[in-house]
């Protein structure tokens, strides 16, 4: 039993001398030689070594089960290092370089099966150069420049498999001319940015044909024109001239304007629909698929059955019974100041 004590205590000491050992500080406060650190319950939070207080060399940080979580390996003693995380399961999650503990230069970043999913340039913590994003295959999915934390150069982005959109950013904002192509490499859209925001012509087509011609000016649209396919051939029709739009059978749509011209396009509702977007319509019935411009709208009727029917100026040549969604915007829209059915 006394042997027993004997061999503890002589433990006992042996730790408080290594653990002495370790952690040493000079008289000058700084931190010198081995350290290893612990939480509470004696798992390692970091093990490494220092010099006059500065970490040298490889400095391990631990998770709780004693998995590495953080190296970093010092090539300047407490300034600069190669920083590598790991996840719980050992794999890699980051790689690239701190100076004075900011990020620094080209850092990579890792998904737990070692695909490498984005690159991105770091000066002294700042988004500064090249940044790319990868898709599952390795394949590139959006290639982007930095200056100053904001994007600043040719932007580039994948859109399926062979389709991309790209443009230009001057301190965080679009400047010049935007393009989209589609995956048979054919234009999709067209337009022009200053400061950020759209401005001059924008363009937008299908299978090589110019469908949609927008005009804005520093973020405000102020027109925009929809190709209409007639008996009579192609149309230019401005969405501010639209009264109504309804899917006529398969295929055509009548197009109601505000002076009462009645235009069938040889082509469907969602075709039309789409070219004309919805920031001025709404739809009157879905199930009938019928859109009407919102400043069209009179209020509700009843026809000569004593059913609801949808008052527009000017009214169509058929009646429009609203569903329960239009029903509640017409409600909706009498208690707006800025209806056209508010008497200013």
Same mark, same amino acid.
């Given at each position: ?15 408080a001398t ?5 952690n ?8 010198q030689?081995?350290?290893i ?16 207080g ?9 998770y709780?089960? +004693? ?6 390996? %010092?090539?300047?003693p ?6 590598e995380?790991y996840?719980e ?20 970043f ?19 150069? /090249? ?8 394949d590139t999915?959006?290639? *982007?420049?930095?200056?100053? &934390? $904001?994007?600043?150069g040719?932007w580039?982005?994948? /859109? ?39 401005? +001059?012509? %924008?363009? %937008? ?13 520093h973020?405000?649209?102020n ?8 008996a ?24 109601l ?13 969602e075709?039309v629909?789409?070219?004309? +977007?919805?920031e001025?319509?709404a739809?009157?019935?879905?199930? *009938?698929r /019928? ?5 069209? /709208?009179? +209020? ?31 409600h ?5 100041? $800025?209806s056209?059915?508010?008497? &200013?």
């Open positions: 039993m006394k042997r027993t004590i004997l061999l503890l205590a002589a433990a006992l000491m042996l730790t290594s653990a002495v050992a370790q040493k500080i000079d008289n000058q406060g700084r931190r030689g081995h350290w650190r612990t939480d509470k319950d004696g798992s390692k939070i970091y093990e490494g070594e220092f010099v006059d500065l970490e040298t060399g490889t400095f391990t940080y631990f709780h089960d +004693g998995s590495v979580r953080i190296r970093n390996t %010092y090539t300047e407490g300034k600069r290092c190669l920083h995380a996840d399961q050992g794999h890699l999650l980051a790689r690239g370089e701190y100076n004075q503990r900011n990020r620094h230069g080209l850092w990579k890792y998904a737990e099966d070692g695909r490498l999913v984005k690159e991105t340039s770091y000066n002294m913590g700042i988004k500064d150069g /090249i940044n790319v994003i990868y898709e599952r295959n390795g999915a959006e290639v *982007s420049h930095w200056l100053n &934390n $904001h994007r600043h040719r580039w982005k994948r /859109i399926g498999k062979n389709g991309f959109i790209t443009g230009n950013y001057v301190n965080g904002g679009l400047e010049g001319r935007l393009v989209e192509y589609n995956n048979d490499n054919q234009l999709v859209r067209e337009g022009w940015y200053e400061g950020g925001l759209k401005h +001059g012509d %924008y363009k %937008y087509f299908e299978d090589n044909t110019l469908t949609v011609k927008e005009r804005w000016h973020g405000n649209m027109d925009r024109e929809i190709l209409l396919r007639l009579t051939g192609d149309q230019f029709v401005s969405i501010y001239d639209i009264a109504c739009m309804a899917a006529q059978g398969k295929g055509k749509t009548i197009v304007l505000k002076d009462n011209t009645r235009l069938v396009a040889n082509e469907s509702n075709q629909f789409n070219r004309a +977007g919805d001025l319509f739809l009157a019935n879905r199930k *009938s /019928i859109s009407v411009a919102r400043k069209c /709208i009179q +209020g509700i009727g009843k026809d000569k059955e004593g059913r609801e029917i949808l008052l527009l100026e000017p009214q169509p040549d058929f009646a429009i019974f609203p569903d329960e969604d239009a029903l509640k915007m017409v909706a829209l009498q208690y707006d100041e $800025h056209p059915l508010i008497d &200013n």
